[in-house]
C-alpha cells in the first residue's frame, strides 16, 4: 500500500512534525510512506517530495494573503488566522499522487491547496484520508474557533472581522466539496472529533480520532544533569521549560505564565533564587524580561535530538495555551519522564491525566496554574510521575500503536471506495 502524506509544510509547526513523524511510524509498520510538501527544508530524505514551480507556488501563497488582507479592510489582524483556500497547486499531475494507492491530506492551507485543486483530488477516484489538526475543515475560515459554535449551524458573523457575505459564499464552497467527496476524517484528539461531529459542514461524515505519534527511541527519560550540562543550562536550581514556534503567540498563554510566576513570587519570595525559567522559541527574548524569576531565552530549535536533551533538562514543562488540539509538546515532554502543565482546554486533559502525569489547571486560571506549578515543583512525587508519563506516551502514542490505527482507517476507505465502484 502507498500511502501519500500532503501537508504545506516539511518542518514548521506541529502538523509538519505529526504528518513527518507518521510517514516514519507506516514504513516501519510495512507501509510504503511518502510526503508531499511546498516548503521546508528537506535533506537526505528520498521519500520527501517538494513542490516543483517554487516561484508558482510563492505566487499562490502572496495571492492569498493578499485577497485576505482585502477581505479584512487592508488589515493586517487576523491575516493567518483565517484561510479561504483560493489558490493552490494541481498535485494530481504529480508522479507521486499518481503512483498512491491513498492520498492523506494534513495541514494544506496557505497557498498549498485551493478548493479547485482538492476538487480534483477528489474527483481523481483514489481514496481520501483527511487528518484535522485543527478546525479549520469544520468552520468557513477559522483554524481556531475560540469558543465560538456558529459552526455547528452556519457560520454567518465572524469574530475576526470577515464580511459576512464573504463568509457565506466560501461556506458554501467548502460545503459541496464534501458533499461530493467520500472523504474519511480524523481528528487529532477525541475533543476535536467531538467539534467536528458538531460541524453543520461535517454532518453526516465518517470521523475517528487517533492521536499523533512520537518515537520514544528519541524522546526518552535520560540524566537530568548531564543534559544541563550539554546545554549550558543551570544545575542548582529548579528548571521550568515553556516551548512553542513563538513564544509571542497570544494563543499560547504566555501572558497566563507571567502571571502565575508573578503570584508565586509574591507568596513564595524564596522562589526566586530556587526557580529559573527556560524560553524555547521564536522571540523569547521580548519577553524574558517579564518574568520575575530569572528566565532564559533559548530562541527557536529545530534538532529533535537537541529539543529531547532540552525535555530532560526541565523539573515541568508548562504549555497554558488557550486552544489546542493535542500538542506534540506535551507528548514530547512526557516521553521524556517530564510532568506537564497546562490549561483544561481542546485534547490537553486527554493528555495530561491530572495529578498523575501533571496537573490539569482551570482554563484562563492563572491562580490555578500557579498552584499546579508550585504543586509540580515541591510536593507532587516526581518519580512517580516521571514513571506514568512514560508509560502513558508508550500506550497511547507510540509509533507502532498509531500506525496500526490509521492502517486500518486506510484499508477502510479502500475497501468502501472499492465497494462504491
Not at 498512491?100 to 478548493?115: C, E, K, R, T, Y
Not at 464580511?163 to 464534501?178: E, T
Request: proline share 3%; net charge positive.
Amino acid at each position: 500500500m502507498k500511502v501519500l502524506i500532503v501537508n504545506t509544510s516539511y518542518d514548521a509547526g506541529g502538523a509538519a512534525v505529526a504528518a513527518r513523524r507518521l510517514m516514519e511510524a507506516l514504513t516501519l509498520n510495512g507501509a510504503e510512506a511518502s510526503m508531499l510538501v511546498r516548503d521546508g527544508e528537506v535533506t537526505n530524505n528520498s521519500r520527501v517530495c517538494v513542490l516543483p514551480w517554487r516561484w508558482l507556488t510563492q505566487w499562490h501563497f502572496l495571492w492569498e494573503r493578499l485577497v485576505i488582507f482585502a477581505k479584512l479592510g487592508f488589515r493586517s489582524k487576523n491575516l493567518f488566522a483565517i484561510d479561504a483556500a483560493i489558490s493552490g497547486t494541481d498535485i494530481t499531475r504529480l508522479r507521486e499522487f499518481r503512483e498512491a494507492d491513498v492520498i492523506h491530506l494534513h495541514w494544506v492551507n496557505q497557498g498549498m491547496l485551493s478548493f479547485a485543486d482538492l476538487r480534483k483530488i477528489i474527483r481523481s477516484g483514489k481514496p481520501v484520508v483527511w487528518t484535522m489538526h485543527d478546525a479549520w475543515p469544520s468552520t468557513a475560515l477559522c483554524h481556531l474557533t475560540l469558543g465560538c459554535r456558529q459552526f455547528t449551524s452556519q457560520c454567518r458573523q465572524c469574530k475576526y472581522q470577515a464580511p459576512s457575505a464573504w463568509l457565506a459564499k466560501v461556506w458554501r464552497r467548502k460545503q459541496r466539496l464534501i458533499q461530493e467527496g467520500d472523504i474519511s476524517f480524523v481528528a487529532c484528539s477525541r475533543w476535536l472529533e467531538s467539534e467536528a461531529k458538531a460541524s453543520a459542514l461535517l454532518h453526516g461524515q465518517h470521523i475517528v480520532s487517533i492521536p499523533n505519534c512520537i518515537d520514544t527511541r528519541l524522546f526518552c527519560p535520560g540524566d537530568q544533569q548531564e543534559a544541563r550540562r550539554e546545554e549550558g543550562l543551570p544545575t542548582d536550581c529548579r528548571l521550568v521549560l515553556f516551548v512553542c514556534q513563538r513564544v509571542t503567540n497570544a494563543y499560547k498563554g504566555m501572558n497566563y505564565l507571567i502571571e502565575a510566576c508573578r503570584q508565586l513570587a509574591d507568596e513564595h519570595p524564596e522562589m526566586k533564587d530556587e526557580v529559573k525559567v527556560v524560553l524555547l522559541g521564536s522571540h523569547a527574548d521580548e519577553v524574558a524580561s517579564e518574568l520575575p524569576f530569572p528566565a532564559i531565552a533559548v530562541g527557536y530549535v529545530n534538532d529533535e535530538q537537541r529539543m529531547a536533551r532540552l525535555y530532560r533538562s526541565a523539573d515541568v514543562f508548562v504549555l497554558p495555551s488557550l486552544s489546542e488540539n493535542l500538542p506534540n509538546t506535551i507528548m514530547e515532554a512526557m516521553a521524556c519522564g517530564v510532568p506537564c502543565l497546562g490549561f483544561r482546554v481542546g485534547g490537553i486533559p486527554e493528555e495530561i491525566d491530572h495529578q498523575r502525569t501533571g496537573y490539569v489547571a482551570r482554563y484562563r486560571d492563572a491562580a490555578d496554574l500557579a498552584h499546579g506549578l508550585r504543586w509540580l515543583l515541591y510536593e507532587a512525587d516526581s518519580k512517580s510521575l516521571a514513571k506514568e508519563c512514560v508509560r502513558k506516551v508508550k500506550q497511547c502514542y507510540s509509533q507502532a500503536a498509531v500506525a496500526v490505527q490509521y492502517t486500518e482507517i486506510y484499508q477502510q476507505t479502500m475497501a468502501h471506495k472499492h465497494f462504491r465502484l
